[in-house]
């Protein structure tokens, strides 16, 4: 009854802006952490920002600093991740995870959208 779902990839010229949800349900408890991994052809899954639920606390990667933004639609439910002054280097598959913590423990991930930035 868990579920994460991701929305909002798509294909933008370099310069531009996408904004990526992550939509949760099904957790009895909102003391979670939601996570945007990102994966580009041929490297390591990178972590790129999180967001703590309960307070809206943010941490972000370096590379992403001052030009992504994560944002609590619903405290509760959705997050979202806008992305503005994208560059060909953010072209990768973009996964939410929830990092969820008490009963219902354990990490829970999203399909993935994909994100391709034009030169």
């Known amino acids: 009854q868990l579920q994460i779902v991701e929305s909002g990839g798509g294909l933008v010229q370099s310069g531009g802006s996408l904004r990526l949800s992550c939509a949760t349900s099904g957790f009895t408890l909102e003391y979670y952490t939601i996570h945007w991994f990102r994966q580009a052809p041929g490297k390591e899954r990178e972590g790129v920002s999180c967001?703590?639920?309960?307070?809206?606390?943010?941490k972000y990667t370096e590379s992403v600093k001052g030009r992504f933004t994560m944002a609590r639609i619903n405290a509760a439910h959705t997050a979202a991740l806008q992305m503005n002054d994208l560059v060909p280097e953010d072209t990768a598959v973009y996964y939410c995870?929830?990092?969820?913590?008490?009963?219902?423990?354990?990490?829970?991930w999203g399909q993935g959208t994909q994100v391709t930035v034009s030169s």
């Open positions: 995870k929830a990092e969820v913590r008490g009963l219902q423990a354990g990490d829970y």
């Open positions: 967001m703590r639920i309960s307070d809206g606390r943010t």
